[in-house]
Structure formats: C-alpha cells, structure tokens
T-cell receptor, first 108, second 115 residues
Framework: QKEVEQNSGPLSVPEGAIASLNCTYSDRGSQSFFWYRQYSGKSPELIMSIYSNGDKEDGRFTAQLNKASQYVSLLIRDSQPSDSATYLCVNNDYKLSFGAGTTVTVRA | GAVVSQHPSRVICKSGTSVKIECRSLDFQATTMFWYRQFPKKSLMLMATSNEGSKATYEQGVEKDKFLINHASLTLSTLTVTSAHPEDSSFYIC???????????FGPGTRLTVT
C-alpha cells in the first residue's frame, strides 16, 4: 500500500475562513489521490478525487496536486461549522490506506 | 449514484453469539467490496477484500474463521462475526467500488456492541 502523510492538524479555523490541509507522499509512482471526509461517528464520504497535476475545484473545495514536490492539499473556502470533521487524504490504489487524517473544527 | 447501504445500523448481542452484517450496492454492481473496522478515535482498518464469487482476502491479523465474508452477488456482501466477544465491539463499515477507478463508496456503518 502506498502511504501518504498528513502533516497539518488538528486545525481550528473561524467561520468564513479558509482551511488548508496538506499531505505529502513518498512514492513518485503515485498518480492520483482521494479526499474523504468523516464526521464523528459516521463513515467516510468521498468529497474529491484528483488525477492530474494542478487544481481541481468543486464548490467551496479545491484540491491541489503537485507531483514535482509530491504533495496534495485541500482548501476549504468560506468554512462553515458543518465542515467540522476529519479529512482523510488517500492514495488512489486498489486497497486504500487510511491514516488518522486531519481534524478540522470550524468555530462559529 | 454510488450508494451503499448496510444493515443493521446498530446491533447489540451477547458474548458467544454470531452477528451478520449486510452490505449492498444499491445503484451499481460492485465486483469488489471491502470491509473495515474502526475503534473509537482510531483510523479505519481494512479487514478484508471481497470479490464476487470468490473467497475473501483477509488482511494480516484478521481471523478468517471468525469474520466470515460472503460475496454472493454483485450487489451483496455479508460479514458474519462468529462467537462474538466484547473486544469485537466496534464500528464495522463496508465499501464498494464502481469499477471505473479505485474510488470506494462507503456504507453508513454498523455499530456492534457485544455484552
């Protein structure tokens, strides 16, 4: 399994701010990544897939992939209290390997 | 699209009994389904990979005789926890892929409590 390391968190941001989450990976062969969101006591939910270098935007979420620097990030714009959850960065592979993720708390 | 259901959502059973959890892909056919377990405040841990019509592949440390997995159709996989003990109490979650890529879509999970 290809591992990624989430190197930000826990993260507390005020409502309306930008939450920035980052991951680094060591396997240069990694091509694409998923971002999952998991609310406390719930199962994970796929929120973004990113397959190519650059930015991918979906509503208030922007995923960024930089293969040269081997990092993946997720930006949450205009953060809302409902965004408070654990965010999991996962390498696109047959078997997904989930780490501890980054817990985000949005303060009202 | 890509909806996965699980049943039951919660179950309480006595030590020594068996519990069956069902996982269904509702709007797609899932060649592969995955079973995970998550203890409180811990990471999601893969237990086994289930392919339709064949035996499940278990992760290291997961007892295949205790956690029986059956993937009888392209929309249904079941996990049976046999002779459950209190240490088996956990949140069991299944996932399925649509086959177009490696994205996994998760069911809502089953919270098992063994008394």
């Amino acid at each position: 399994q290809k591992e990624v390391e989430q190197n930000s968190g826990p993260l507390s941001v005020p409502e309306g701010a930008i939450a920035s989450l980052n991951c680094t990976y060591s396997d240069r062969g990694s091509q694409s990544f998923f971002w999952y969101r998991q609310y406390s006591g719930k199962s994970p939910e796929l929120i973004m897939s990113i397959y190519s270098n650059g930015d991918k935007e979906d509503g208030r979420f922007t995923a960024q992939l930089n293969k040269a620097s081997q990092y993946v990030s997720l930006l949450i714009r205009d953060s809302q209290p409902s965004d408070s959850a654990t965010y999991l960065c996962v390498n696109n592979d047959y078997k997904l390997s989930f780490g501890a993720g980054t817990t985000v708390t949005v303060r009202a | 699209g890509a909806v996965v259901s699980q049943h039951p959502s919660r179950v309480i059973c006595k030590s020594g009994t068996s519990v069956k959890i069902e996982c269904r892909s509702l709007d797609f056919q899932a060649t592969t389904m995955f079973w995970y377990r998550q203890f409180p405040k811990k990471s999601l841990m893969l237990m086994a990979t289930s392919n339709e019509g064949s035996k499940a592949t278990y992760e290291q440390g997961v007892e295949k005789d205790k956690f029986l997995i059956n993937h009888a159709s392209l929309t249904l996989s079941t996990l049976t926890v046999t002779s459950a003990h209190p240490e088996d109490s956990s949140f069991y979650i299944c996932s399925a892929g649509t086959g177009g890529g490696y994205e996994q879509y998760f069911g809502p999970g089953t919270r098992l409590t063994v008394t």
